[in-house]
Structures are given as structure tokens and as C-alpha cells.
């Protein structure tokens, strides 16, 4: 790539990032110099409005959610260009642990609010129903001397992040987030002492379509 067509890149970067004064002219003057360096660029609130006409959204997450690591499907309803309902269902795991074992199925629900181009809010419901084992030995594959605890809890959580969208493919990521339980729903066995009532999540990557 030749110095010019890098100047048009980091140009484009600049605005989109929001460095620099991202007015309707401005987009139109480095759309100009790039298209005269042979370079295709998005500039400006492209995701914003690509995100005008569309109705569906399905991710595939990967992350960290409710402190494990998790992998998800999420599906949206958008209610306008920058309101969307979000359902997701989430396997939790916790494997790297050789003495005892953490999984469980999260479900949560509410709106994802973009204040921006890409930038967004998240505020959710979620209903977390796990395991904990005391005494498994994931190393040897034992189940000798294991105390299960089991958690029901209601809950609630925020989350910043960015979310970009290209014609259909988009692409997004979840920051940082916490969450807090609400209520307990049932939890029962002798760890109870485990449970968590605060929970961090971050670094939750979404790949997926909207339509």
C-alpha cells in the first residue's frame, strides 16, 4: 500500500473513532481523497446507518459472563436504528479447575441501547441455573467424595461495549460489564457459602448477521 492510500486509512480512522470533528463535509472530503487513492473505506456512522433497514439480529458469543467462560447464542429484534431486544442462552464452564467443577445455563433478556455509531448499553434480566462440585477431580475423571451444590438465582446486569454493522455481517464486542443477584430461587447443598452475589463480565466477543 502506497503512502497516500495509508494517509486515506488513518484519515478514515481518525473520524470514525471520533478524533476529529465527524460533520457531514468532513466525511465527504476524506470519502473524496480516499476514492482518488484507489482506497474503499467506511468513514463516519456508516454502522449506524446500516443498521436503518434492520429488523433481525443472531450472534454468536464467546466471553466471559457472570465470572466463567461462556459461549452463547443471542438473537435481536430491533425496535428502530438504535434500540434492540436481546434473548440469549449461555453455557457456563469453568474447566480449568482440577478439583472441582463449575457449569451452568444462563438466560437473559432486555434491551441493547446505541448511544453512537458502534457504542452501546446493555441492561438485562438474567436467570442462572448452575452446578458446583466439591471434590471432582477433573485430572483423573473421579467422582469419589463429591458434594453438589446447585444455584437458582435471579439477577440483573449492565455492559458497555461497541457493535459494528457492515451491509449484514456485524461484529461486536462487550467491554465490561457487572451484575447482581435479585433473588434466589431455590439454591440447595452444603457450599452455599460459594454463591456470588456480584458478577463480572468482559471481553465478549459477537460474531453474526443482521437482516
Do not use: H
Not at 25 to 50: C, H, L, R, T, Y
Not at 143 to 166: H, P, R
Request: charged share 20%; no cysteine; glycine share 10%.
Amino acid at each position: 500500500m502506497k503512502w497516500n492510500q495509508l494517509t486515506a486509512v488513518a484519515m478514515a480512522a481518525v473520524y470514525s473513532f471520533g478524533l476529529y470533528a465527524n460533520t457531514p463535509e468532513n466525511v465527504a472530503e476524506v470519502k473524496k481523497f480516499a476514492a482518488e487513492k484507489g482506497v474503499k473505506i467506511s468513514v463516519g456512522n456508516e454502522s449506524e446507518a446500516n443498521r436503518s433497514d434492520k429488523k433481525y439480529m443472531m450472534t454468536l458469543d464467546r466471553g466471559v459472563i457472570l465470572d466463567y467462560g461462556a459461549t452463547s447464542v443471542k438473537a435481536g429484534y430491533y425496535l428502530g436504528q438504535n434500540r434492540v431486544v436481546t434473548l440469549s442462552i449461555s453455557q457456563l464452564e469453568d474447566p480449568d479447575d482440577y478439583y472441582d467443577q463449575y457449569e451452568g445455563t444462563a438466560i437473559s433478556g432486555g434491551i441493547r441501547l446505541f448511544t453512537g455509531n458502534s457504542f452501546y448499553m446493555d441492561s438485562n434480566l438474567f436467570y442462572l441455573d448452575s452446578e458446583y462440585r466439591d471434590g471432582y477431580n477433573n485430572f483423573f475423571n473421579s467422582s469419589e467424595a463429591i458434594e453438589v451444590t446447585q444455584f437458582k438465582k435471579l439477577g440483573a446486569q449492565i455492559g458497555i461495549g461497541n457493535q459494528w454493522q457492515w451491509e449484514n455481517f456485524t461484529f461486536g464486542v462487550t467491554w465490561i460489564g457487572a451484575g447482581v443477584q435479585i433473588a434466589d430461587l431455590g439454591s440447595s447443598g452444603p457450599d452455599l457459602d460459594e454463591v456470588d452475589r456480584t458478577y463480572f463480565t468482559g471481553l465478549n466477543l459477537q460474531l453474526g448477521v443482521s437482516f
